[in-house]
């Protein structure tokens, strides 16, 4: 009998995939239906916001990193606010301080919830998607009484924030919270137990502390593989230090963890939610800080926070009496998600590439910038 | 009935019903209209936007806008995001694989003519009407679901008024 | 171990390596003295017990004007650290070596700076495009003196 010839095909995936989450391509090489190698095509979506920056004012660069991470926009106003602050020494007040607090959890809760109803679309659900979104409208609507917009907020601004909440808005926000937990258990109630969702996400994509941390991994990523290491917790920025939360972590770093850690962490944002509306103090909501006449000193420093995907980092240097930056570098979280991708993946399927890029929560534009 | 008083059409009674007399045209492109189906060509930001539209609260469905995953089996890009200049092509494309007739909104301002990144950019498309024909614009950073809904509305009056000597 | 016991130790144990800079706020900021040292040094760091910095948070390059700049950021997960280094290159010698064998993720990070900046990484495992069109052929677009014929500048107002 001749003896069989197999060989290896390649497969293209994507840039314009559903369920890359973006415009990610894929090159898989394959052997029958196992991967043996993943090559992610990236630049889809560049959009040379970096170069933007150097041309722009310091506060003139806040639009522009709106949209730099468009799920949590308040984070890349408030990653950037946070570095000329530091640059420039400028204080901010207590109540500005808190309310970027809420602004931020509420933000993170939004986001984990497009990454929930796109997750579930990914693995062929598609009520947790419609439960989702019904829930961020809700917090899109706090967002929109507040700042006016429901995606690119342009809320927190260096030395503050740009204006009061409204008087609905606490009532709105508590509205909220009270009954977000028992949302949560309905999302929970549709997926944690299900069978095709577990069997879809447990022992897919397995990630070790070792390859998580060689890779620059960060945020529920890197604490679904069970190390316990949240920026607000361990490199306190803002006032985070002031507020009792859990860092929920999981042990096997597969899909179904990190699915854990973000259902959870949900909760936890509430919870300091609720802690910082308690305390919200009255008084200024913004340093004396004239964006026009704005001139940075001499210096560069990186500075970072935890957003919802992870570590999230400006690189600025300035020099001295220049209204401009010299250089501005965005670091977004998924650039090394994506990057530990393909050996997350080898061995595994085609259809498990979308639960491993859905369960790490990548999205395109934090990639390319 | 509601169909027939929105049509030019002739309705002559026979015992058990009646027959309906109308033109071709219009038929065909009341239907049309009526179930424009949009591939799923999200990129940017409006990509969320058009995700909030089509999920709970602003119910896309309702205009019988249902979102498919192949260019083959739809009739309508909604270029939503940032189209840089490694994407172009692809979108020229997947623009050349949909069927006759075929239309595109161009949702948001990146799509309409470069929107915050038409200055100090090397990388973005400033405007995608020099890739693709658009049919209808929607300016916006990114647009509401209410905007994109009326660009719809738009769009469909526009295919409501087309012949099928226009399909080119 | 805070800031200023971190700049300590790092200065007394690296003196011949690295001195502090100025212009570096927040977080203790260092000079490299010599870019051959690079790799060893980023090892070093790693491996030393008190130190582990066992993730690269970003690594980039700088266009200044007058020279390109390499910057590093790097953290410890374990021990709760964070320091930062760079050190200068001169255009006409832009060149170094990569850390891909100390820290995985620094790959994407390299190739972005050769993409955009035309530093050339010595021991690179894929130097390709990625972030521009596969048929890019207008150089090196980060580079301050960079320009293109349909690039066009913010009105100063």
Known sequence: MAELRTEEFVVNMGPHHPSTHGVCRFVLTMDGEKIIKAEPVIGYLHRALEKICENRTYSQCIPVLDRFEYCTSMSCNQVFSLAVEKLAGIQVPERAEYLRVIMLEFNRIASHLIWLGTTSLDLGALTPFLYAFREREMILDLFEMTCGQRLTYNYIRIGGVARDIPSQFVPMAKQFLATFDHKVDDYERVLTENPIFMARNQNIGVMSPELALAYGVSGPNLRGSGIKFDLRKDDPYSIYDRFKFNIPTGQNGDCYDRYMVRIREMRESAKIVRQALEQLPEGEISAKFSPITFKAPAGELYSRIENSRGEMGVYLQSRDKEKKPLRVKLRGSSYNHLQVMPELVRGHLIADVVAVMASMDIIMPDVDR | ?168 | ?157
């Open chain 3, 1 to 157: 171990m805070n800031r200023e016991e971190l700049a300590k130790y790092l200065l007394d144990k690296f003196s011949d390596k690295i001195e502090p800079l100025e212009t570096g706020k927040a977080e203790p900021f260092f000079l490299l003295k010599k870019p051959e040292d690079l790799v060893e040094f980023c090892r070093t760091v790693r491996d030393d017990a008190t130190l582990r910095m066992d993730f690269l948070c970003m690594m980039c390059g700088v266009d200044t004007g007058e020279n390109f700049e390499v910057v590093y950021s790097l953290a410890s997960i374990k021990n709760r650290l964070r320091f930062d280094f760079k050190f200068p290159l001169p255009y006409d010698k832009a060149e170094i070596d990569s850390v891909q064998e100390v820290w995985a993720g620094a790959n994407w990070f390299e190739r972005e700076t050769w993409e955009l900046y035309g530093i050339n990484i010595r021991n690179h495992d894929s130097l390709k495009r990625f972030l521009l069109p596969d048929n890019w052929d207008q150089g090196f677009p980060m580079r301050k003196n960079w320009d293109a014929p349909d690039f066009k500048r913010m009105p100063e107002v």
């Open chain 2, 1 to 168: 009935m509601g169909i027939i008083k929105k049509l030019p059409v002739y309705l002559e009674k026979i015992p058990g019903g009646g027959i309906v007399t109308t033109s071709l045209d219009s038929i065909f492109s009341y239907s049309q209209a009526s179930s424009l189906w949009y591939l799923l060509f999200g990129t940017a930001c409006c990509a969320i936007e058009l995700m909030a539209t089509g999920a709970s609260r602003y119910d896309f469905d309702r205009l019988g806008m249902i979102f498919r995953a192949s260019p083959r089996q739809s009739d309508l890009i909604i270029a939503a995001g940032t189209i840089t200049k490694k994407m172009g092509p692809r979108l020229r494309l997947l623009y050349d694989q949909m069927a006759e007739p075929r239309y595109v909104i161009a949702m948001g301002g990146c799509t309409v003519g470069g929107g915050p990144f038409y200055y100090d950019s090397y990388a973005v498309e400033k405007g995608i009407d020099h890739i693709v024909p658009v049919d209808v614009y929607i300016p916006g950073c990114p647009p509401r679901p209410e905007s994109l809904l009326e660009g719809c509305l738009t769009l469909q009056k526009k295919v409501k008024t087309l012949k099928i000597q226009d399909w080119s």
